[in-house]
């Protein structure tokens, strides 16, 4: 059964950093591309934030982020990870780990909470 289990989120003080893990099981890992997600506000739609290919881990990012926010990824360890830097109120959200395939497979994680406060 496939499973993405995101951790790492938190609260955060302006400035600081985060990494959040998502930790994949019940497909190929190496095959999908990972994205990372986030929703800001109920109702409002999910932004993508950040996005890994599956081959040769070519990244992009949203351009709020650029600068601020690593995606990587270790195949061995099936797992995507966001590290977050310099962060601003405006980063809290929750965060959503996401697995794509060239095939139309389409997976979600449950989300984890980053808070942005003073």
């Known amino acids: 059964q496939v499973q993405l289990v995101e951790s790492g989120g938190g609260l955060v003080q302006p400035g600081g950093s985060l990494r959040l893990s998502c930790v994949a099981s019940?497909?190929?890992?190496?095959?999908?591309?990972m994205n990372w997600y986030r929703r800001q506000a109920p109702g409002k739609e999910r932004e993508l934030v950040a996005s890994i290919s599956s081959i040769a881990g070519s990244t992009r990012y949203a351009d709020s982020v650029k600068g601020r926010f690593t995606i990587f990824r270790d195949n061995a360890k099936n797992t995507v990870y966001l590290q977050m830097n310099s962060l601003k109120p405006e980063d809290t959200a929750v965060y959503y780990c996401n697995a794509r395939s060239g095939y139309g497979n389409n997976y979600w994680g449950q989300g984890t909470q980053v808070t942005v406060s003073s």
């Open positions: 019940g497909f190929t890992f190496s095959n999908y591309a």
